[in-house]
Structures are given as structure tokens and as C-alpha cells.
């Protein structure tokens, strides 16, 4: 089982990050990836991964809330590190548009997906894309470069099952679930029903969005195993054969080979 987007390296997880990660190896998670948000989070997230290389992997990229006026002059600097060798990073992330709380930097929101989505056809990684109440526009990125044939992962989805389709006729992607599918009244059991179980992942988001029997509390890598537990019952099948499917599906993405 692998976490596909946790941010363990967060201050939420100061006090206590080693027994973090010490209760996701024993829940069976084999490896955690930990998207970046802003200039200030690369340190902690390196650091992290140096404390568990094979373990914990790193992203690079700037988060949409976090794009700011100085947006230009971040990603100058985050492309200068991405481009050190050797790079560690194993996906571009997490990028993508963000209009649910505001839209003042909606300019700079889609300039600066626009240039990391050119990073990630130019150095031929994946991406780990976050979306939200930003469907169209996404869409619309994404249809500029669809014979660039990216691969990655369209992360926390939480969507209908129109916009499932409409993200999955990107050959090269797979939906992220989390945490949402353990809800009560989420639709998103449904939706999946019609989604081919190759086309998901699963991750936490830690420490954001908790799965049942946590909801509410502080999400860590460990409880990804609740969500994999959940979409097996949606696909009808055991945790076993979800997880490798996850599995396979992650390192067909990633290119990670076996
Ligand atoms: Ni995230």
C-alpha cells in the first residue's frame, strides 16, 4: 500500500513524526509521497526524506493557495533546485487551480500551473494535480496538452461522475481517493462503481480529511488503509487484491518498474 500524498513533513507532526511514520510501516504502508506546498516547506520535506530514503518521496512544485504576487520569482527558484543533480523528486506537485476560497491570484493561479505543467513535459515526470472548484479550467489546461501524453494523478477526487470521465480521458492519469470515500453521505462510491479499478489510487492528504473511524481528528499515512479498505467494498473485492491493484496502478504512473 502506498500513500500517494501526505504531508508528514508538516508542523502538525513535529512533536511525534517518527512514530508517524513508525505506525504506517506497521499498518503495511511501503512508501509515502509527500507533495511540496511553498518555498518554505522544501527544507522539512528534504529533510524528512533523507531521514527515510526508500521510504518517504519528495515532490517539487508550488500549491495554488500559495500563489502569490511573488509567484515568478518561487518558481524560478523551485525549477533551479528541481533541476540539481542528482533530483530526488519523484513527481511535480502538488499543482493545479484553486477558486473555492478566493480567486485573487485566479491570473497568477493559472500562469503558474501553465509553467509547471511545461516542467513536467519537459522533464518528463509525473504530476500530482489539485483541483478545486476549478473543473473547466483545469480541463482546459489539460486539453492544451494532451498530445504531450503526461502521467500523474488528479488528486482528492471528490467529483460527479461526468467530470470522472472527462479526467480520465487522459490516458496517462488516475484518480487520488482519500479519506471523503469513508463518509456517510459521500457519492463518490457511486461514481467509482463506473470507474475501472486502474484507474485509482489511494492517499491521505495527512494531516487534512481524515477517513472514518478518525474523521475529525489529525489524518496521518497509517489510516490510508481505512480508504483502501472501503474502495475494496466498492470494487467488491479483498483489501489484498485492492492493494495490489493500487499498487500496480501507482507504479505504472510513477514508472517505478518492480
Ligand atoms: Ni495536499
Excluded at 509521497?33 to 512544485?61: D, V
Excluded at 487534512?208 to 467494498?233: C, D, F, H, I
Amino acid at each position: 500500500m502506498i500513500d500517494t500524498h501526505s504531508h508528514i513533513y508538516g508542523l502538525e507532526f513535529d512533536t511525534d513524526r517518527d512514530e508517524v511514520v513508525g505506525r504506517a510501516r506497521e499498518a503495511g504502508v511501503e512508501a509515502i509521497f509527500l507533495p511540496n506546498i511553498n518555498a518554505e516547506t522544501i527544507q522539512p520535506m528534504l529533510q524528512l526524506c533523507g531521514q527515510y530514503p526508500g521510504y518517504c518521496f519528495p515532490m517539487m512544485g508550488l500549491h495554488p493557495e500559495d500563489v502569490k504576487e511573488d509567484f515568478s520569482s518561487v518558481l524560478a527558484r523551485m525549477h533551479e533546485i528541481l533541476l540539481q543533480t542528482p533530483t530526488p523528486y519523484i513527481a511535480i506537485g502538488e499543482v493545479g487551480l484553486d477558486f473555492y476560497w478566493d480567486e485573487t491570484y485566479r491570473e497568477q493561479q493559472l500562469e503558474a500551473f501553465e509553467s509547471q505543467i511545461c516542467w513536467v513535459r519537459d522533464l518528463s515526470l509525473p504530476v500530482v494535480i489539485h483541483s478545486r472548484n476549478a473543473h473547466r479550467e483545469l480541463l482546459e489546461v489539460m486539453e492544451r496538452h494532451r498530445s504531450d501524453g503526461l502521467t500523474g494523478i488528479f488528486h482528492c477526487f471528490g467529483g460527479t461522475l461526468e467530470e470522472a470521465r472527462e479526467l480520465l480521458s487522459f490516458p496517462g492519469f488516475v484518480l487520488g481517493i482519500g479519506g471523503i470515500l469513508t463518509y456517510k453521505k459521500s457519492t463518490l462510491p457511486e461514481v467509482l462503481r463506473e470507474v475501472p479499478m486502474e484507474r485509482v489510487v489511494v492517499e491521505t492528504d495527512a494531516p487534512y480529511l481524515s477517513p472514518v473511524p478518525y474523521r475529525g481528528k489529525r489524518n496521518e499515512s497509517a489510516y490510508v488503509v481505512y480508504t483502501l479498505q472501503r474502495l475494496a467494498e466498492v470494487y467488491g473485492c479483498t483489501p489484498t487484491e485492492m492493494e495490489e491493484m493500487t499498487n500496480k496502478n501507482v507504479k505504472r504512473i510513477f514508472n517505478l518498474g518492480n
